[in-house]
C-alpha cells in the first residue's frame, strides 16, 4: 500500500514536499516513480527511483527543479519540487514497480503496478 501526502495550493515560484509512504513492504524493493495527472491529460511520469537507491529519472518538464530522494528508515520516497509554475497543477501519484522487472529512467507509468490515491497540487496566483 503507498500513501502519498503533502499536496496543497502554492503560488507559482513555491515550493513543496510531496511524501509516499510504503507500508507492508520495503519501498527499496521497489523501484517508486511519482506521477502526474492533470485535466484533461494523460497522466505523465514525473520522476524515478530504482531500487538500489542509485538511479534517477526526471522528466524534461521538471528536471533542475524537483527531486526524488528516499529515506529507507521512514520507509518514504519523497518529491521535492521547487520554482513550481502553473503547468505542474494536478494530482500527483506515486506507484510502485518491483525491483525483479527492469529499470526504465523514463519513468512509463504503464510499467507500474501499485498505487496510491493520489495527492493534490494546484499552482496559483
Known amino acids: 500500500r503507498l500513501v502519498e501526502s503533502g499536496g496543497g495550493l502554492v503560488q507559482p515560484g513555491g515550493s513543496l514536499r510531496l511524501s509516499c509512504v510504503a507500508s507492508?513492504?520495503?519501498?527499496?524493493?521497489?523501484?517508486i516513480g511519482w506521477f502526474r495527472q492533470a485535466p484533461g491529460k494523460a497522466r505523465e511520469g514525473v520522476s524515478c527511483?530504482?531500487?538500489?537507491?542509485?538511479?534517477?529519472g526526471y522528466a524534461d518538464a521538471v528536471k533542475g527543479r524537483f527531486k526524488i530522494s528516499r529515506n529507507d528508515a521512514e520507509n518514504t520516497v519523497y518529491l521535492e519540487m521547487n520554482n513550481l509554475e502553473p503547468g505542474d497543477t494536478g494530482v500527483y501519484y506515486c506507484?510502485?514497480?518491483?525491483?525483479?522487472?527492469?529499470?526504465?529512467?523514463?519513468?512509463?507509468?504503464?510499467?507500474?503496478?501499485?498505487w496510491g490515491q493520489g495527492t493534490t497540487v494546484t499552482v496559483s496566483s
Open positions: 527511483l530504482s531500487s538500489s537507491g542509485f538511479s534517477t
Open positions: 507492508g513492504w520495503t519501498a527499496d524493493s521497489y523501484h
Open positions: 506507484a510502485a514497480r518491483s525491483y525483479r522487472y527492469s529499470w526504465n529512467e523514463d519513468c512509463p507509468p504503464t510499467e507500474y503496478q501499485i
